[in-house]
């Protein structure tokens, strides 16, 4: 197996990794500033959290009509394209005394941009490194994309109350045009996937949208990963969970660095095991990842609460291994489609949660409605986690090889069906 010295040998991937990296980085920026921005205007916890889950819901018509630009056009222009478009966009919104509705549009743009350069991003990796190098890649792009969330997080309160919201949105737009610059560079063009026929766009969502469902361990990756809409209401009531503890907007960047740095930790301890024991551990890491935050129910002070956020960041590194068999289990020519479709799934969840969190915490403790979707979300991951197995029985009994070991595949197609 491949080692980090043969990634950090490879210039595209060093460009793919240094993009990812310090994009990243810039939309903790952003969302930091944003949540500070709303709340510090109106002092509503309900548009707090909305305009936080309008980071996420986008993608319920972005991800599916977007993302198969990934699979029509070269990727690396899709990318470039996309990142552009963001600071533009970023730039409007730094704008002083910009009125919230404008706001609120101009984000939902941005994350309508995100869509489809996430799903060339996705599509790409297996190109760039097409062979056993993929889920090492794949894991270290996962991690660091905590750690960047870590670095962005911190140091985005920071930023916020030493600057002001506009020059830190400023700062997220300065990291998309770094993005577009390694990218455009230093990552080789490649032309759009090669199809037996071209259908029309309507056409192609369907197809992906039958490729997810009809494949029992596809759709059980899927309800996996949207368990994610329960965990997800500690970071959704990090304003006024942190309010509550006295602990200002430095408090805020503490709680959403505590589930980022939480989830690098996992991924880098679950990527040392065994492909088979991540897979046995995944459905439970799920159910853990909830259940961390029902001790919330007891009020902790801040720093038992951040051991509690961590802990449950830690175990939502499932999704390394998710993301990884789900990638690869799809052909190349619809690989973007069919990703894009997940991340609707995923993001919806994750908006949905974030949107019911702050409505209930307009009339309960923020403790009380985290400690709750944790414990709803424990009943959500095993029902999850039954689907799961009972999606990977017939391998099991089988002995078939396009759940256990590698199929034969020339690695480039995405028909190599690797889930344990």
Known sequence: ?????????????????????????????????????????????GLTALTYALTFLPDLVGGPVLAG????????????????????????????????????????????AGAPHGAARAALLPQVLPDARYPLGQAVLSTVTQAAQVAGFLTGGALVAWLGPGWVLLADAATFAASAVLVGVF?????????????????????????????????????????????????????????????GAGGVGLIFGAYAAGAAAGMLLLARLDEDLQLRLMPWLAIAACAALVPAALRPGLAVSLALFALSGAASAYHLVANTRFVRAVPDASRGQAFGLAVTALRVSQGTGVAVAGLAAETTAAHRVV??????????????????????????????????????????????????
């Not at 996309?82 to 002083?96: S, T």
């Not at 969502?205 to 309800?223: F, I, Q, S, Y």
């Not at 197995?389 to 690695?411: E, I, M, Q």
């Open 187 to 247: 990552v080789r063009p490649r032309p759009a996937p090669r199809r037996p026929h071209v259908r029309a766009w309507p056409a192609d969502l369907v197809g992906g949208a039958r490729l997810v469902w009809h494949d029992h361990r596809l759709r059980a990756l899927v309800a996996l990963a949207c368990v994610s809409g329960f965990y997800i209401a500690g970071e959704a009531l990090a304003v006024p969970y942190a309010a509550a503890l006295g602990a």
């Open 371 to 420: 400690a709750a979707a944790g414990a709803l979300g424990v009943l959500a991951a095993g029902g999850a986690a039954v689907v799961w197995w009972l999606s990977a029985a017939p391998s099991r009994s089988g002995g078939s090889s396009r759940w256990g070991a590698p199929s034969r595949s020339d690695g480039q197609d995405g028909r190599q069906r690797r889930y344990g």
């Open 69 to 112: 630009l990934a699979d029509r056009f070269a990727r690396t222009r899709v990318m470039v394209a996309a990142d552009l478009l963001r600071v533009a966009l970023l730039v409007l919104m730094a704008v002083p005394g910009v009125p919230l509705w404008v706001l609120a549009a101009l984000l939902v743009q941005v994350q309508f």
């Open 1 to 45: 197996m491949p080692g980090y010295r043969a990634l950090a040998q490879d210039r595209e991937f060093r460009a793919l990794f240094a993009a990812h990296v310090v994009s990243v980085a810039g939309d903790q920026f952003a969302r930091v500033a944003l949540t500070v921005h709303v709340y510090d205007r109106t002092a509503s916890t």
